[in-house]
């Protein structure tokens, strides 16, 4: 299994959250918004300065600053 952590999904491609890799509010957070286990998710859009991502997932899209998505593990 090809493992990575979210922030290195590059462009247009598609993975599948493996795990989340932090504690806290954030994870609670994360959870929330339905990044769960076998959630299929893709990256469609950088900013011009590289950061924040767009990320689809569950049919809407959110921005994800590099440190979060650093704890999202996920399959290529």
Same mark, same amino acid.
């Given at each position: 299994?090809?493992?990575?952590? $979210? &922030?290195?999904?590059? $462009?247009?491609? !598609?993975?599948? /959250?493996?795990? $989340?890799? !932090?504690?806290? +509010?954030?994870? #609670?957070? $994360?959870? &929330?918004?339905?990044?769960?286990?076998? %959630? +299929?998710?893709? =990256?469609?859009?950088?900013? +011009?300065?590289? @950061?924040?991502? =767009?990320? @689809?997932? #569950?049919?809407? %899209? /959110? =921005?994800? #600053?590099?440190? &979060? =998505?650093?704890? /999202? /593990?996920? %399959?290529?």
């Amino acid at each position: 299994m090809n493992t990575i952590t $979210l &922030d290195k999904l590059p $462009l247009n491609s !598609c993975g599948k /959250i493996v795990s $989340l890799n !932090c504690s806290g +509010p954030i994870h #609670r957070r $994360l959870l &929330d918004l339905g990044f769960v286990q076998n %959630t +299929p998710i893709k =990256a469609v859009f950088k900013s +011009p300065f590289g @950061e924040p991502t =767009a990320y @689809e997932v #569950r049919g809407f %899209t /959110i =921005a994800l #600053r590099k440190e &979060d =998505a650093n704890n /999202i /593990i996920v %399959t290529r």
